[in-house]
């Protein structure tokens, strides 16, 4: 399936075609048909496998139908963390970049008066953190009475950081009749009521977790010291990494920073990330894929599309919060039957994400301490307790689920896939 057969307008798919996108992925090509009717989604998705444009190109065809007769905000879409929020203000101004549609994104930490000063400009869609959200509606800047898309994203977090309240609140002040999606990447008891309540009659979307890594690719983590991490990656592009390698950052900063110090150490390296042009981005990853540069250093986001055929070595140089997003990155190595390594850097304050790493995928990734660089603090990868055996009818549920499945990450299909 194209985007095209998804009955997209040209705006958006040109937006997409310019950012290198071909193919959608599974809940893009089930979430977007359902959102253009008008229905109620109920999406069962995990980070990475492309749920923000699953809503966002379909309310943008939708918003820019309307006609705009009033400067209030009529979607807006809730996050729990600044990090999502931005990202997902940073792909509405991807996808929606030939539309004249206005957006911002709101969160707390930063000065509300410069927020407060664009949202006076009048927008279209919103998005934001609970908190900071009811802060602007307290002070009467911001009104939601004019809202006919409602988008709550990783409601199962939003949970687990307290936010249950400040949702039901936010809730209350939207107009009746609207359109909800609702996403989460599990449905424990609280969050199917809170669901139920939100949603009318609603679709029901749902792609596998991602939890398996490539088979062919051998994983190790390095335990190193944070401010030793450039100095450890100087040392394997010089002695193991003989071939080109991605590198993933966690943050933009971090990915120039890092390109400054290989540049400094006679190591050539480009950054890619949200704030580079889109010129640039191309350029860099063209000759990443040429062969001209060796190292291409990635934000998770700026990465999504990237398809390097016999990319032999992936560096977490940071490793992500999000398990899935581990898995994803290490596999657009070891593809189409070829091996490949991933080689992770774990500091201290980073030893939880690994463990989660561990949890999802069912393994503990061997540790290297013997290096250079070794952490003050050694440690050694936990053993996991084996997975209780399942009864028959588990067993066949297991199975049959299995045949069904037909979702796969996107770095392991064929084409590219837009985030």
């Not at 592009?237 to 003989?242: M, N």
């Amino acid at each position: 399936m194209s985007f095209k057969e998804l009955k997209l307008i040209d705006p958006l798919l040109k937006a997409i075609h310019k950012e290198g996108y071909e193919t959608p992925t599974p809940i893009q090509s089930q979430a977007i048909p359902v959102v253009l009717s008008g229905r109620d989604l109920l999406g069962c998705a995990q980070t990475g496998t492309g749920k923000s444009a699953a809503f966002i190109l379909p309310i943008l065809q939708q918003l820019n139908s309307l006609p705009n007769k009033e400067k209030a905000v009529k979607a807006l879409v809730l996050a729990p963390t600044r990090e999502l929020a931005i990202q997902i203000n940073e792909s509405i101004a991807t996808y929606g970049q030939l539309l004249p549609l206005k957006h911002q994104v709101v969160y707390g930490g930063v000065n509300i008066n410069t927020q407060i000063s664009g949202l006076k400009k009048g927008i279209d869609i919103l998005v934001a953190t609970p908190g900071r959200l009811l802060d602007l509606v307290g002070q009467r800047v911001l009104t939601l009475r004019a809202v006919s898309h409602f988008v709550l994203d990783e409601a199962d977090r939003m949970l687990d950081m307290g936010f249950i309240h400040d949702i039901k609140k936010v809730v209350a002040l939207l107009p009746i009749k609207r359109q909800t999606l609702f996403f989460s990447a599990t449905m424990p008891p609280e969050i199917t009521k809170l669901a139920n309540t939100l949603l009318k009659n609603p679709v029901r979307v749902e792609v596998t977790p991602v939890s398996s890594t490539a088979e062919k690719v051998t994983q190790v983590v390095y335990a190193v010291d944070k401010a030793n991490k450039p100095k450890l990656l100087l040392h394997l592009l010089k002695s193991e990494v003989r071939d080109h390698v991605l590198v993933f950052t966690r943050t933009k900063h971090g990915a120039d920073r890092l390109v400054k110090f290989l540049a400094k150490q006679g190591v050539q390296a480009a950054a890619i990330h949200g704030n580079k042009s889109q010129n640039a981005r191309q350029n860099a990853l063209q000759a990443f894929k040429s062969g001209q540069l060796k190292v291409l250093i990635a934000t998770d986001i700026a990465a999504r599309g990237i398809d390097v055929e016999e990319l032999k070595f992936v560096i977490n140089f940071d490793l992500p919060n999000e398990p899935e997003t581990y898995v994803h990155r290490i596999g657009r190595t070891g593809r189409a039957g070829a091996s490949g390594k991933a080689l992770s850097f774990c500091d201290l304050e980073e030893r939880p994400y690994l463990q989660s790493i561990n949890n999802l995928t069912n393994q503990a990734i061997p540790v290297i301490n013997e290096h250079p660089f070794p952490a003050t603090d050694k440690f050694v990868a936990v053993p996991l307790p084996k997975r209780p055996l399942q009864n028959k009818s588990e067993k066949a549920s297991t199975n049959k689920n299995r045949k069904k499945r037909r979702f796969r990450p996107a770095s392991a299909q064929k084409g590219n896939r837009i985030g």
